[in-house]
Structure formats: structure tokens, C-alpha cells
């Protein structure tokens, strides 16, 4: 009984959230900051979808597994990479790189 209450509760915390939607994100740089926002569509692990922020408008395609999400997008700045952690449904925390802009760290919320 202890065995399957252990394996439901690790099912639970690996969970495989749909990030599909619109995010708002609050992006801290070494060069400065901003808030884009994030159009994420989300098929199985595969993500594709839009940056809307300082930098311009671009494609962005990534993967979302379990909790982790990584994507990427080219911008005048350069390649511009996220590696993130989801928290929960609708909250996510991690790292960018901005190019020329420098690196920081980010959080988002689903809208």
C-alpha cells in the first residue's frame, strides 16, 4: 500500500503541464530588463510559438518535458536561449540568455 502511494505521489510531482497559451514574463539582464510575452502552442513535447518583447517579434521553437521547458528564438540581439522550470500550471522561474544583452533570470505567468 505504502509502494503505490509513493508512486502516485512521484506520477504527481513529475507532472507534464500543457504550457500552451499566453505568458507574461518579467526578464531581468545583466544590460537591463523587460516583460515580453510568450504565445507557447505545445504538441506532446514539442513547442513552437511567438516572442512579442523589446527586441522585436519572433518565432521561438523549444521542448517542454515534465517541468522543464527550454526554448530559443533569434532576435537583433542575437540568439536568444530561456531554460526554465514550470511551478505549478501556471508559473514558471529560470535562466536567458540575451546575447550581446547579457544574462539574467526570469519568471512568467500564464495569462
Do not use: R
Not at 521561438?60 to 540568439?79: H, I, Y
Request: aromatic share 10%; proline share 2%.
Amino acid at each position: 500500500m505504502k509502494l503505490i502511494a509513493l508512486m502516485i505521489l512521484s506520477a504527481a510531482m513529475t507532472f507534464a503541464a500543457d504550457i500552451s497559451g499566453k505568458w507574461t514574463f518579467t526578464v531581468v539582464l545583466d544590460a537591463g530588463g523587460g516583460s515580453p510575452t510568450f504565445e507557447f502552442k505545445q504538441a506532446g513535447e514539442k513547442l513552437t510559438g511567438t516572442y512579442h518583447g523589446q527586441v522585436g517579434d519572433a518565432p521561438l521553437n523549444g521542448t517542454a518535458k515534465g517541468n522543464a521547458v527550454e526554448f530559443s528564438f533569434t532576435s537583433q540581439a542575437g540568439t536568444v536561449k530561456y531554460t526554465g522550470t514550470l511551478e505549478g500550471e501556471k508559473k514558471i522561474a529560470g535562466k536567458c540568455e540575451y546575447g550581446e544583452l547579457g544574462n539574467g533570470t526570469f519568471t512568467g505567468v500564464k495569462d
